[in-house]
């Protein structure tokens, strides 16, 4: 969503550093971007432009910003549509702002400030804040003063920074929404994401819940939320995980696709003690889970989806209940909890608003919480009792491919721990499976090596369909949900997943021989009802594409069955299986996507870490 990038420097103009900034961060979606800086007379220069960063870098070429203070943003629009008068920075002339998050009592606070004769110029809830500051400036107070009382009265998630007419400053502040400072040698930064100061320090300090910050071109100071001031650790950020290269691939998403072999396999090898090769998480002092205690596993998006796999293994395995929820509605709704309860909170970014709203609900009553992040420095990792990284790296296109595969495979190895703990799998069932799971990779790379066949499979049944119909059973059920997400989201197709049981209760309505129907039924003890399924739909006309492996190839083929079009997965496994169904799942929507033009990295209204609910 959002990015802010904001330099303060001795010695050199920001401008073109800031856009390159903001570059870094164009994976997290917007659709305006802008930039402002203070000038050599004090005043606030202000450049906005709609569209892509290279229409604000090509405005900046035109009309040069000379200033060494100054913040830039990408915006995707929540309050008011994306047009230039929408775009931030917003000024009044005394003070220029850029805002990630929402500020909820917007209407309240602009009627207010109306009344006192503060004129408004966009529709955002952002520009209440610029006034508002301006308000307290105007009652005498000094910068650092405005912005302690405009705090005070904001509501909603945040992450700011400020600009003041005549102040060598800027001042940022968090809630709800990330914020980290930058320490350069001759200047400092502010930055919603490490990834975009990457390029100029490695050195960064967070911002905690409510802090707010001043900085100056050497030095910086933060207050907590009570305005006390506070040290906060020092972290340095790993420039490794900072690549923004595509190394030779089309798109970011092709390339994390084909990392998956290695990404997965690092993370995998991280659950492993390495002398007994089994999964060990005691390093992170879970608490004992007991059997027949209640698990909440909560997430958004793709990552719920590993959520809903993650349930099928874990009570195949253990005596565990598993409850899956989503964030949005786990955080609103009221569920019994028992005190001591472990919940399990799923994030690529670590920085969904409805994710990390639904911990900070947990951990309110009493729930130990631990966090499946991909971002160590998130703002979930910090908040949860123990955190479990997956180790993808960067993930840059906007839909999750390789975090999720890694989330499979960290789910997988925990639910081998907590049986091996209970007891319901034997040591020696424990090794297999682990043995399963170290095949993962290779039997990735396997698929991947098919790449053209599933180019073949969209180019003749799925781009010029208008709904696809994704189902499944068991643990491929959420992964047929998960396909049908990837390619509405890629390629705009409306697709569905379904389980393939309900399809009789309701969906089958919608078959007729212009819908796909992609089938997933690898060999194992729900084949046959799913294999029913597929020879229902394509009674009625669908085309089918049967998503299966050797075995279960074979046993359609014993069937003389050629309605179907086949796709080999390379094996059926309790974990692998689902996992390994995913691949042709990415790469699917990756081609049908590619075959209609749409921008496969930055989808339509799309954003990478959704900071706002
Ligand atoms: C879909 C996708 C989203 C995310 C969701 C949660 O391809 O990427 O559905 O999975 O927005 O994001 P995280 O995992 O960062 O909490």
Redesign the pocket.
Known sequence: MCGIIAIISQNQPVSERIISGLKRLEYRGYDSSGVATITPEGTIDVRRAVGKIASLQALVEQLPLTGKIGIGHTRWATHGAAVEDNAHPHSNGRVAVVHNGIIENFAELRRELEQKDHVFSSQTDTESIVHLITDFLDQGMRPEQAMKETLAHLEGAFGIAVLFQGEELIIGARKGSPLAVGLGDTEMYLGSDALGLAPFTDQMVYLEEGDWVILRDNSYQIFNAQSEPVERAKTLIAANNMSLAKDGFAHFMLKEIFEQPSVVGQTLSNCLDPHSRLPDFSGLNLPRIEPFQRLNII?????YLAAMVAKYWLESLTDIHVNVDIASEFRYRRTPFVNGGVAVFI???GE?AD?LAAMTHAKENGQFCIAVVNVATSSMARLADAVILTDAGAEIG???TKAFTCQLVVLAAFTVFIALQHGSVTLEQGQQFVEELTHIPSQIQDQLHHKEELQQLAQAYLVHARDILYIGRGAHYPIALEGA??LK?LSYIHAEGFPAGELKHGPIALIDQDVPVIVLAPFGPLFDKTISNAFEVAARGAKVILVTDKQGKSAVERMGQQQFTLFEVSTAGTFSSPLLCAIPMQLMAYYTALLKGTDVDQPRNLAK??TVE
């Open positions: 997430a958004c998006g793709t990552s994030s690529q970014s969904t994710t906007v839909a999750s997400l990837k989201e870490s959704v």
